[in-house]
C-alpha cells in the first residue's frame, strides 16, 4: 500500500483468549462450572465498564476486571472469595495465551508495507505492556506492534465516542480517520468505531454472522471469520477505491 494506514488491534476477545483462564479455574471448580465462571467473568468485566461510562466515572480496566471476578466469584460460591483464588485467576488473565489465527496474521503484517498496527485497548499499557512481553503466545511478536493506545487519558471506556477520537489524535490520522481500521470480535467495539467515522472489521470466529441492533446503521466494513484475511481485504479495499477514482 502506498499510503499510511493504521490497523488498530483490540486485544482482549480478538488477539488474547479467556480460554486459556478454563485450565486455572479447573483447578477449582467442575469443567462446566468454570466456563460458566468465564462466561459471567466477561460479561461482568464489559458490564461494568458500560456502567462507569454513563455514570460519567472511571477506574483502571486492572481493578475492573478484579471487581468482576469477585462479583463472579461471590455469585458462584455465595460468598466472598479468598484473596489467593483472585490473585491466581487475575495472574492467570495477565498471561492469557492467543487465538491459532494470531501468531500467524501478527507475522505477515509484521512484514507489509504501509500498515502500521497498533494496540488498541480498554486495558492499562501495564497490564497490555504485560501481555506483550511475559505472554508465550504473544511476546515473540511484541515488536510488530507500533503503538498501545489505551482508554487510561480519555478516562472513559469503549464505544464512548472519545476513545476513538483519542486514537484518531493519536495515530496522527485526524483528517484521514477513514484509512484507520479497528480490528474487533466485540461487537460494541465495531458500533464505536463506525460512529466516529473509522473503518471496522467484525471477526466472527463463531461463524454466527452479524446480528447486533443496538444501531442497525453501524454495520462493520467487513465481517471475517479469521484475523490471516485482514490484510487481503484492506488491500483489496483500496485497490477497489483506485479503480473507482480511475474509472470516474
Do not use: C
Not at 487519558?153 to 469503549?158: P, S
Not at 484518531?168 to 477513514?178: C, F, R
Request: charged residues 20%; negative net charge.
Amino acid at each position: 500500500m502506498t499510503k499510511k494506514v493504521v490497523i488498530a488491534m483490540d486485544i482482549y476477545g480478538t488477539v488474547l483468549t479467556m480460554e486459556t483462564i478454563t485450565q486455572e479455574l479447573e483447578k477449582h471448580f467442575p469443567k462446566a462450572n468454570a466456563e460458566a465462571i468465564l462466561k459471567a467473568w466477561r460479561q461482568h468485566q464489559l458490564a461494568y465498564t458500560w456502567r462507569l461510562n454513563s455514570l460519567g466515572r472511571f477506574l483502571p480496566f486492572s481493578e475492573i476486571t478484579r471487581n468482576a471476578l469477585s462479583h463472579t466469584l461471590a455469585e458462584t460460591a455465595g460468598a466472598d472469595p479468598a484473596e489467593q483464588h483472585i490473585n491466581r485467576l487475575m495472574a492467570a488473565f495477565e498471561n492469557m495465551g492467543t487465538f491459532p489465527d494470531v501468531g500467524p496474521t501478527l507475522s505477515r503484517l509484521a512484514v507489509t508495507p504501509g500498515v502500521v498496527p497498533v494496540v488498541f485497548t480498554n486495558g492499562t499499557k501495564t497490564m497490555v505492556s504485560h501481555s506483550l512481553s511475559k505472554s508465550k503466545d504473544l511476546a515473540p511478536y511484541s515488536a510488530v506492534f507500533q503503538d498501545i493506545v489505551t482508554v487510561e487519558e480519555v478516562k472513559q471506556f469503549k464505544p464512548a465516542p472519545a476513545v476513538y477520537n483519542h486514537l484518531t489524535e493519536t495515530v496522527g490520522l485526524g483528517s484521514q480517520k477513514e484509512d484507520i481500521w479497528v480490528i474487533s470480535a466485540n461487537p460494541f467495539d465495531i458500533n464505536g468505531a463506525r460512529n466516529a467515522g473509522l473503518k471496522a472489521i467484525w471477526i466472527d470466529r463463531s461463524l454466527t454472522g452479524w446480528t447486533d441492533r443496538a444501531e442497525p446503521s453501524l454495520e462493520p466494513t467487513a465481517v471475517l471469520h479469521s484475523l490471516e484475511d485482514i490484510i487481503q481485504t484492506i488491500t483489496h479495499h483500496y485497490k477497489d477505491e483506485l479503480n473507482r477514482h480511475a474509472t470516474d
